[in-house]
């Protein structure tokens, strides 16, 4: 690294909430847990989480995985057969973010629907499904949707869209996939407790290592039967994490301590956003949670800039950058990220 690139002030890291770190209490947990060998089923502190979570979600069973993208791959494992198609958004994580995983290893044909909120209407789904006996065309057995949205700025579902989805998919026999790995940020903003969505879905996965500041982790819950079927798919993928109980128990810290804390995310997005519209900032997508995309003339020289700076962003494309905020960035990291924006990226008035 040049001087020319070293940051003149501490970093702001708005990249990702994958960025979190361990709280003290967190540590402290994760030093105290009692473990054993998960793939054994041995490991007490890792069958807590998995109990807590399915309670949480008001389903019979939970899964300990290490991370979302083998949630979500495991979830559709479980769910399908090699040459099905499944439904979900043209913005949706696996499509952009798990390196082909659902054709390379499920076999599976995507499927996609445009939406700039990376959501979609029952009607649309509907429009997409391949349910006739043609030995020519794949069924259509899984529709995925994703609560928050990452590329559609953090956006949630409401409860009675996720309703309608489900309701097609019983009438047409398919399973229903969310991956929640926000879900507690949208609990957050409609005020709807995580089951209420889990009652929606067949499988659903949640993260414990963005804004709920665990260092890895995510649990898939489900019946018993599909929940059978994705721990031996977990096994076949590498996933057994024998004394995983030092992550179990960071991830039960986070469900008991760091939720609550997750509004606090939004209201300095909140915050960040309002000042930067006052001097003139155009924000691409309405955010109501914790991430934001922010137009600029061009990404990589803007995240550049502002690196030079001390604050940390990631370009998306040609004409915009990703800020996400989290529970290390405080009030006074944001107030500093908002002087920074103005100061390096100023727009003519």
Request: glycine share 8%; proline share 5%.
């Amino acid at each position: 690294m040049t001087p020319a690139d070293c940051p003149e002030k501490p970093v702001v890291d708005l990249r990702s909430d994958t960025l979190t770190r361990p709280s003290a209490g967190m540590r402290k947990a994760m030093a105290g847990a009692e473990v054993g060998d998960d793939v054994y089923g041995e490991d007490p502190t890792v069958k807590r989480l998995e109990t807590v979570a399915a309670e949480m979600l008001g389903k019979p069973c939970a899964l300990f995985l290490p991370t979302g993208t083998m949630a979500n791959l495991v979830a559709f494992l479980a769910q399908t057969r090699p040459g099905d198609s499944i439904i979900l958004s043209e913005s949706a994580h696996p499509i952009h973010y798990e390196n082909a995983n659902l054709s390379m290893v499920a076999g599976l044909l995507p499927c996609v629907i445009h939406d700039a909120l990376g959501k979609f209407t029952a009607d649309q789904v509907e429009q997409r499904i391949v349910r006739e006996d043609d030995p020519h065309l794949s069924w259509t057995t899984l529709v995925s949707v994703e609560n928050t949205t990452n590329r559609g700025g953090g956006a949630c579902w409401e409860l009675h869209e996720m309703e309608s989805i489900a309701a097609l998919c019983r009438r047409h026999g398919m399973r229903l996939h969310c991956d929640g790995a926000r879900i507690f940020n949208a609990c957050a903003v409609t005020n709807i407790e995580a089951r209420y969505y889990a009652k929606c879905c067949d499988t659903l996965c949640f993260c414990l290592s963005k804004g709920l500041g665990a260092p890895a982790g995510s649990l898939l819950a489900g019946d018993p039967e599909t929940m059978h079927k994705a721990l031996r798919f977990r096994k076949m993928l590498g996933g057994g994490m024998r004394q995983s109980g030092i992550l179990a128990a960071a991830g039960l810290y986070a469900l008991e301590h760091h939720l609550g804390d997750l509004a606090e995310d939004h209201r300095r997005a909140r915050r960040f956003r309002q000042a930067l519209e006052a001097e003139g900032f155009e924000f691409c997508l309405p955010s109501p949670t914790n991430i934001l995309y922010i137009r600029v003339e061009n990404s990589l020289r803007a995240v550049k800039t502002l690196k030079r700076r001390g604050v940390l962003t990631l370009a998306h494309g040609q004409d915009q950058i990703r800020a996400v905020f989290h529970r290390d960035i405080d009030d006074k990291a944001m107030e500093d990220a908002i002087e920074c924006f103005k100061q390096a990226l100023a727009l003519p008035r």
